[in-house]
């Protein structure tokens, strides 16, 4: 039976031999192994690997996520490099001048980072807390719906909805936050739901 | 997709309109290099554009952007009257022998029962004609003058060769050809697949656009098999799950629909929903409906879902219109009607039409949330970015939130492909900052709201305070919750009605198919379709066993494809009356003598017999429709209509501006302009390098895109003295945009009715946030009309005017 050397195995292998081995096996005796230490190791042997697909367009091509740090509870992993996931599919490890550059979007300069707020008529955003902005935003929710809510339409039939306030959904979101939002917008009343399948 | 992206390497010929495959899905555009290089496949590409798929396609020919209704109907007339049509599959498969109600009818450009004044038909001749045992009427020879056969060839006898190129621009002899490689198709041992994007539901009639594609795939007996299919390139990552889980203002999860201010209470709602067969044991499988409703209704609140409430029916809004639409709700938001709107990972600011009309409606609410892994155009509506987003600050009185939310990177859970695969994702790192997912926000807004209703009162909180919320952390449910919860579980033990003894559900079990759901409250189920994604053996989301028996290209245990794990949808069709396969080469299943086996699910029952139960299970006939009843708004045939915004009048009915059932709204009906003075047919598209308004964020993609830029023919540039790389103006009736000029051989001018029509191509990547140069996109240019049927707006056919510029610094 053949033994297959599974893709971490031979990063590892490959890893450790460029340090050591192949170095040593060239015989420069004394040097070899000053050499040996300043030979950077392949930066991924000591990655983890998460599957994942990437979030553009609806082919899904499935992508391998390297991260530094081993993901035990205390450290703190950090991508480090994206490409293809040779064993899917669709895809077969390729991806395309988009998939390619997924590390740039993941660390993008202008990604969000902190909570802010604009206030009526201001010209600039300002940081706020999770607590402040969360519970602002249920208090503009609460109010707009008490005040706004039809129980009832003019024939007296029960109606229930909420038409002041819409709600926007994504088209990379998760199933999961999907179903969850779905839950909590529909539980409202909000009938201005919507996504990006629209336009 | 009825099929796979890994499903097109079985193709014979791969027919590209409406999208543009190698730009935007570049790897699974894959498949189709393989079905050329594999099986000596066919490409042809029909586009305004000589596009990136066009330059490796076998042949091209150009058409004017909206008259994709006109090329296609003289495809099927062609097929019709040269024979080339799969007979049998016709036949059986399709509504063809079905005889239509007397008083049905077409003239110049409209069917029977429109009423100009409502924009609107009354639909109700576009009937079948039913017998005394309530199943319609067929005549399996085709000849009766009623029946659907006959009607389509009446209906399509207009769209001769000439008429084609006069409407569409094709010359007649690029057309011909390509009617002539399509026809091939029709044999038992050829298929032709349809590879579409947005090119085609970007239209007031998109969705008619579609049905002409599918009609012909009908006609060629290519629906159902290996290498066929009509395959809806989808363009986003997810828009398939947001879709199937119903988050739109009219659907429920699972393409239920919400009932409306008439549906007075449960069992009026489903009086209409009870989906009789029109036609002898046909499985009309919408006759479950109840059972889905019912355990939907259960995952929503739970206990407090009875019986003797209706399951909390009534918690649901009801809707007084087809739907609130962003089309609609942003109306209503000009009008000053809308007080706060929430943005989940969407731009409307850039992506939807008119932008001039967006910032002021955006500029009438009380407050705006938006959550978000980047920084947006839409958060930042009331910023003055000079030129780039021209407006007063001081004058904006909206407050705004911008709420930091993970990447995929960062996230956990599951995405629907174009292929309706459910394939989970892990996180590879922690959320940069103080962000976090979007399912702990909905749950912290979710909470506060709950515990102000619990301490103050107020409007309505029953369906709040009431929400079914079963999570570990109540502050932080988990993806496997919510995908447990959409898969379906046993709320209490049922036993057969036969033996009680004998346990068919046990209590708190996941279930495995949406077979075992029950319409009395002891199933819940939060989306029926994804039934068997998440059941007692675990997560087949996650599955990653890349075996693939006889190399169909259905991966069938990757992953999970809803519904049932079904890889081709309709796949009875791909064998004959005796289940035999049309093409033993292409075999998907067959029948046995006692069971269907093979390499997919079959849609019917395993054991039905091939003779009874015909494919198309989700339509009371069984068989698909070539003619759609009512259940299209403007009409149950395609028909040519024009764009809102067209260099030419409409040749087959003058009279007709767009299309006459589209609905729109008097500021955007005013907001229209004409080719007097926006002369030039515009259209809008993506960039390979780009996705949308997020890659400029990425420093790599800004790089190799940095620049906002509109395509010209060479001979619209020397008419209007434009340089290469020169600054244009482009305005519409709606506003104006600054672009470098790209003078292109890849647009020519086409010659329509006599008439010279100059195509201006304007790609949408570009904004004023991110690592790109600031710049504009197609949306401060484009009308606000949607497709008649679904509202997606018509961003792929419009007019502008271009003029040389000295671009925006002077202006």
């Known amino acids: 039976m053949l033994h297959e050397l599974s893709r971490r195995q031979f990063l590892k292998a490959a890893g450790a031999g460029l340090g050591g081995s192949a170095v040593a096996a060239l015989g420069f005796g004394g040097a070899e192994e000053a050499l040996a230490q300043a030979v950077r190791p392949f930066k991924l042997a000591r990655t983890t690997e998460t599957r994942n697909t990437c979030p553009y367009c609806s082919v899904a091509c499935g992508v391998i996520m390297y991260s530094l740090g081993d993901k035990s509870k205390n450290a703190h992993p950090a991508v480090v490099h994206i490409e293809g996931d040779p064993d899917h599919p669709t895809n077969r490890g390729t991806l395309c001048p988009k998939g390619s550059a997924l590390l740039d979007f993941v660390h993008s300069e202008t990604r969000t980072k902190v909570p802010q707020y604009r206030g009526p008529g201001e010209k600039a955003f300002r940081q706020i807390s999770w607590d402040e902005a969360l519970d602002r935003i249920a208090r503009l929710m609460k109010d707009d719906r008490d005040k706004n809510f039809v129980a009832t339409n003019q024939d007296g039939t029960t109606v229930n909805r909420w038409l002041t306030t819409g709600f926007l959904a994504a088209s990379a979101t998760t199933n999961e936050t999907a179903f969850l939002t779905y839950k909590v917008v529909r539980s409202t009343g909000i009938l201005a739901f919507d996504n990006q399948a629209r336009v | 997709m009825t099929n796979s992206w890994t499903d097109i390497k079985n193709t014979d010929l791969i027919v590209v309109m409406g999208g543009n495959a190698a730009e935007a899905h570049p790897c699974g555009f894959k498949w189709v290099t393989e079905a050329k290089a594999q099986r000596g496949a066919k490409l042809i590409v029909v586009d305004p554009r000589f596009t990136r798929t066009a330059s490796v396609s076998d042949f091209y020919a150009p058409i004017r952007q909206g008259t994709d209704i006109a090329f296609l109907l003289g495809v099927i007339r062609y097929c019709i009257e040269n024979d080339k049509v799969q007979h049998d599959y016709v036949r059986l498969f399709t509504n063809a022998p079905y005889i239509v109600k007397e008083g049905f009818g077409y003239q110049d450009g409209l069917f029977t029962g429109y009423d100009e004044a409502k924009r609107d038909y009354d639909r109700s001749t576009w009937e079948y004609e039913l017998g005394a045992d309530g199943y319609v009427q067929v005549d399996e020879t085709l000849q009766h003058p009623r029946c659907v056969y006959q009607l389509l060839k009446q209906h399509i006898a207009a769209y001769t060769p000439e008429m084609v190129e006069r409407i569409c621009g094709t010359p007649k002899d690029k057309y011909l050809t390509i009617c002539k490689m399509i026809a091939e198709c029709s044999a038992r041992d050829k298929t032709m697949t349809s590879m579409y994007a947005l090119g085609w539901t970007q239209h007031s009639k998109g969705s008619q656009n579609i049905r002409a594609m599918a009609m012909l795939q009908l006609l060629l007996g290519n629906i159902g098999v290996r290498g066929g299919g009509m395959n809806a390139l989808r363009g986003h990552s997810n828009i398939q799950g947001l879709t199937d889980i119903g988050l739109m203002s009219n659907l429920l999860p699972g393409y239920l629909t919400l009932g409306t201010d008439k549906e007075v209470d449960f069992a009026t709602y489903m009086s209409t929903r009870g989906f009789k067969p029109l036609r002898p044991n046909q499985m009309s499988y919408w006759q479950n409906y109840k059972k889905f409703m019912v355990s939907f209704l259960k995952s929503m609140w739970g206990k407090a879902a009875t019986p003797e409430n209706d399951f909390a029916y009534q918690w649901l809004p009801k809707l007084d219109v087809p739907g609130y639409d962003m089309l609609r709700y942003f109306d209503m938001m000009y009008q000053g009607k809308v007080n706060g709107y929430f943005c989940q990972g969407f731009n409307p600011l850039l992506s939807l039409s008119n932008r001039g009309k967006v910032t002021q409606a955006l500029s009438k609410l009380k407050f705006l949330v938006s959550m978000d892994p980047l920084q947006t155009e839409t958060a930042r509506f009331w910023k003055d970015e000079g030129v780039h987003n021209d407006v007063k600050p001081e004058s904006i009185q909206t407050e705004v939130f911008e709420l930091p939310t993970t990447c995929f990177a960062e996230d956990e859970g599951s995405l629907v492909n174009s292929g309706r695969w459910l394939q989970w994702h892990w996180p590879g790192q922690e959320p940069p900052g103080e962000a976090k997912a979007d399912t702990w926000i909905m749950a912290q807004l979710f909470q506060r709201l709950r515990a102000l209703y619990e301490k103050e009162g107020g409007a309505f909180p029953d369906p709040i305070v009431n929400l079914h919320w079963p999570y570990r952390l109540a502050d932080d449910p988990q993806p496997d919750e919510m995908a447990k919860e959409m898969n379906g579980y046993v709320v209490s033990t049922v036993t057969d009605p036969?033996?009680?003894?004998?346990?068919?559900?046990?209590?708190?079990?996941?279930?495995?198919?949406?077979?075992?759901?029950?319409?009395?409250?002891?199933?819940?189920?939060?989306?029926?379709?994804?039934?068997?994604?998440?059941?007692?053996?675990?997560?087949?989301?996650?599955?990653?066993?890349?075996?693939?028996?006889?190399?169909?290209?259905?991966?069938?245990?990757?992953?999970?494809?809803?519904?049932?794990?079904?890889?081709?949808?309709?796949?009875?069709?791909?064998?004959?009356?005796?289940?035999?396969?049309?093409?033993?080469?292409?075999?998907?299943?067959?029948?046995?003598?006692?069971?269907?086996?093979?390499?997919?699910?079959?849609?019917?029952?395993?054991?039905?017999?091939?003779?009874?139960?015909?494919?198309?299970?989700?339509?009371?006939?069984?068989?698909?429709?070539?003619?759609?009843?009512?259940?299209?708004?403007?009409?149950?045939?395609?028909?040519?209509?024009?764009?809102?915004?067209?260099?030419?009048?409409?040749?087959?009915?003058?009279?007709?501006?767009?299309?006459?059932?589209?609905?729109?709204?008097?500021?955007?009906?005013?907001?229209?302009?004409?080719?007097?003075?926006?002369?030039?047919?515009?259209t809008s598209y993506r960039l390979t390098e780009h996705f949308h308004f997020w890659t400029k964020h990425s420093h790599t993609n800004a790089v190799l895109q940095p620049e906002f830029f509109v395509e010209i023919s060479e001979q619209l540039a020397a008419e209007k003295n434009i340089q290469k790389g020169g600054w244009v103006k482009v305005s519409s009736n709606r506003g104006s945009v600054y672009a470098k000029a790209v003078v292109t051989k890849r647009i020519k001018p086409l010659k329509c009715d006599g008439k010279t029509v100059h195509v201006v191509g304007i790609p949408l990547h570009w904004g004023f946030t991110g690592a790109a140069r600031k710049g504009f996109g197609p949306n401060s240019l484009t009308p606000v009309v949607g497709d008649a049927n679904i509202e997606t707006p018509e961003f792929k056919a419009f007019l502008v005017n271009v003029e040389p510029s000295n671009g925006p610094a002077v202006s």
């Not at chain 2, 002891?522 to 693939?548: F, H, L, P, V």
């Not at chain 2, 949808?569 to 009356?577: G, K």
């Not at chain 2, 767009?658 to 709204?665: D, K, Q, S, V, W």
């Open chain 2, 498 to 682: 036969v033996d009680p003894s004998k346990m068919l559900l046990e209590k708190g079990k996941q279930i495995d198919t949406f077979g075992q759901l029950r319409d009395d409250g002891s199933t819940a189920c939060g989306c029926w379709i994804y039934s068997g994604s998440w059941t007692e053996r675990g997560n087949m989301m996650a599955r990653r066993d890349t075996s693939d028996p006889a190399n169909t290209g259905a991966y069938s245990n990757w992953a999970f494809a809803w519904p049932a794990n079904r890889r081709i949808l309709y796949n009875r069709a791909s064998a004959d009356i005796d289940g035999k396969p049309w093409d033993p080469s292409r075999k998907l299943i067959e029948w046995n003598g006692t069971a269907w086996t093979g390499f997919d699910v079959p849609d019917i029952a395993p054991n039905a017999k091939p003779q009874d139960v015909g494919p198309f299970i989700m339509n009371p006939e069984g068989t698909a429709r070539l003619f759609a009843r009512g259940m299209m708004k403007d009409g149950p045939f395609p028909a040519h209509y024009e764009p809102f915004e067209s260099p030419v009048t409409n040749v087959m009915a003058p009279k007709i501006r767009g299309n006459p059932a589209a609905r729109i709204f008097p500021a955007d009906l005013a907001a229209l302009g004409t080719s007097d003075k926006f002369p030039y047919a515009a």
